[in-house]
């Protein structure tokens, strides 16, 4: 997802649902120029929730430093006893998961059949 120029875009909302649970919604390319405003918008989440939903069903494009960000956040999570999870992962976030082994580790959706 491109800008007016031609800059990478990426969208993040970020909902608390109760105290200890948050739903992340995502939109646009997880690339090295965007992942960065996403870890900063994820970071004060990663520190409260012990659960944290991850809508990924609008990403057109995951690099590795998107599949990191994923890695870092899971492992931030479940070193307090929290768990992250990738809900609706778009089918370019769920091929490079599923190519990478990873799918499982985010409870990431199986791909219908």
């Given at each position: 997802?491109?800008?007016?120029d031609g800059s990478v875009m990426l969208?993040?909302?970020?909902?608390?649902?109760?105290?200890?649970?948050?739903?992340?919604?995502?939109?646009?390319?997880?690339?090295?120029?965007?992942?960065?405003?996403?870890?900063?918008?994820?970071?004060?989440?990663?520190?409260?929730?012990?659960?944290?939903?991850?809508?990924?069903?609008?990403?057109?494009?995951?690099?590795?430093?998107?599949?990191?960000?994923?890695?870092?956040?899971?492992?931030?999570?479940?070193?307090?006893?929290?768990?992250?999870?990738?809900?609706?992962?778009?089918?370019?976030?769920?091929?490079?998961?599923?190519?990478?082994?990873?799918?499982?580790?985010?409870?990431a959706p199986a791909p219908a059949s």
């Amino acid at each position: 997802m491109r800008g007016d120029d031609g800059s990478v875009m990426l969208e993040a909302r970020c909902t608390d649902e109760n105290d200890h649970e948050s739903y992340v919604s995502v939109r646009g390319e997880m690339c090295a120029y965007s992942v960065p405003r996403l870890r900063e918008a994820l970071q004060w989440l990663l520190e409260d929730a012990r659960l944290v939903r991850t809508d990924l069903s609008e990403v057109s494009f995951i690099d590795s430093s998107g599949v990191r960000l994923l890695v870092e956040a899971h492992g931030s999570l479940a070193a307090h006893g929290g768990r992250f999870e990738v809900v609706g992962a778009s089918p370019a976030v769920r091929r490079v998961l599923q190519i990478l082994g990873l799918d499982g580790l985010f409870d990431a959706p199986a791909p219908a059949s």
